[in-house]
Nanobody, 128 residues
Framework: QVQLVESGGGLVQAGDSLRLSCAASGRDASGRTFNSLATGWIRQAPGKEREFVAAITWSGNGSLYGESVKGRFTISRENAKNTVILQMNSLIPEDTAVYFC????????????????WGQGTQVTVSS
């Protein structure tokens, strides 16, 4: 089983930056570790559906972003540390949500907000 643990959420003001981290451990049913899985971030605001934020391939060579965060958020990973990072800049109140770390063999599953593995989530609140 792959375990994902997020950290770094908090309360910030509009225009501020925040850095989320996700630490991974364990293996999936096929024996794959974090380093062999695509990872990403999904968020959910109160009363809204889950929204794809960003994803990165297992190698780190490719990344994808949701339209609402393009140009402001950057996803990266450090496979040696089993960690994926979401750097969020120019935050706006609409970014307020619970942010979930996600992992799957297929990046498209993360984009469709149906990844196999989820973290417990971390709250990000952006005040105006």
């Amino acid at each position: 089983q792959v375990q994902l643990v997020e950290s770094g959420g908090g309360l910030v003001q509009a225009g501020d930056s925040l850095r989320l981290s996700c630490a991974a451990s364990g293996r999936d049913a096929s024996g794959r570790t974090f380093n062999s899985l695509a990872t990403g971030w999904i968020r959910q605001a109160p009363g809204k559906e889950r929204e794809f934020v960003a994803a990165i391939t297992w190698s780190g060579n490719g990344s994808l972003y949701g339209e609402s965060v393009k140009g402001r958020f950057t996803i990266s990973r450090e496979n040696a540390k089993n960690t994926v990072i979401l750097q969020m800049n120019s935050l706006i109140p609409e970014d307020t949500a619970v942010y979930f770390c996600a992992a799957d063999r297929n990046t498209l599953q993360i984009m469709a907000v149906v990844p196999e593995y989820w973290g417990q989530g971390t709250q990000v609140t952006v005040s105006s």
